[in-house]
């Protein structure tokens, strides 16, 4: 069974990826393939170089923070930056959907619903986070208020993506409720999987 994990910015979709990881899920995160892309993808490092000067390239593959400050806060500038990324984070994806023998195998995607991706997955399931917690966890990871907001400003709310999502799944910051929550969904998924899968039901 193929599951995608969604929710707005800082609300704990890779922490909860990983709980599903902990329970034997085969996981893969779009941030992870744009790192490696990034790092060591030829093609993607040059075509984000003809794109943004030399001055993003660093000693291995395209140097992050330098290029951050060509796209953050310039909606222009990362609009052309996910043109080149987003069609390469989907075909890694996929391939590795496709290659995987796991039972369950598990995708994280910010952008699930904006890409039109909901309909490729079995499950897809959106991680809700208050506003205010949201913002202190970005806070955390030094990103300023300008940035968050140029991200979010190209995502669907999280109240929308709740809407869509088949599961949802409330993070209010207790590490043992979020294992909780993916612990059931293993199972109901695996039960979904063992009784020959089907159309999902909308959670209540």
């Given amino acids: 069974m193929a599951i995608a994990v969604t929710g707005p910015l800082a609300s704990g979709k890779s922490t909860f990826v990983q709980a599903l990881g902990d329970l034997g899920a085969e996981t893969v995160s779009a941030d992870e393939v744009v790192h490696d ?15 943004f000067g030399e001055g993003v390239r660093g000693e291995s593959g395209i140097d992050r923070k330098a290029l ?26 996929e391939r590795r959907a496709a290659a995987s023998e796991a039972h369950l195998f598990v995708a994280e995607i910010p952008l699930l619903f904006e890409g039109g ?15 205010e917690r949201r913002r202190a966890w970005a806070e955390e990871r030094g ?3 300008e940035q968050r907001r140029a991200i979010e400003d190209r995502q669907l709310s999280g109240e929308e993506k709740a809407r869509r999502a088949d599961v949802v799944v409330e993070n209010d910051g207790e590490l043992d409720k979020l294992r909780e929550q993916a612990r059931a969904l293993v199972n109901r998924a695996l039960g979904e999987r063992g009784s020959g899968g089907g159309e999902v039901d909308k959670e209540p």
């Fill in 37 to 51: 892309l990034l790092a060591g993808d030829e093609e993607t490092i040059d075509a984000v170089t003809r794109r």
């Fill in 68 to 93: 951050g400050r060509e796209v953050f806060g310039d909606a222009k500038a990362l609009g052309d930056l996910e043109e080149i990324l987003h069609p390469r984070v989907r075909e890694e994806t």
């Fill in 117 to 131: 991706r909901g309909e490729q997955f079995d499950l897809t399931v959106a991680v809700t986070t208050p506003d």
């Fill in 143 to 145: 990103m300023g208020e």
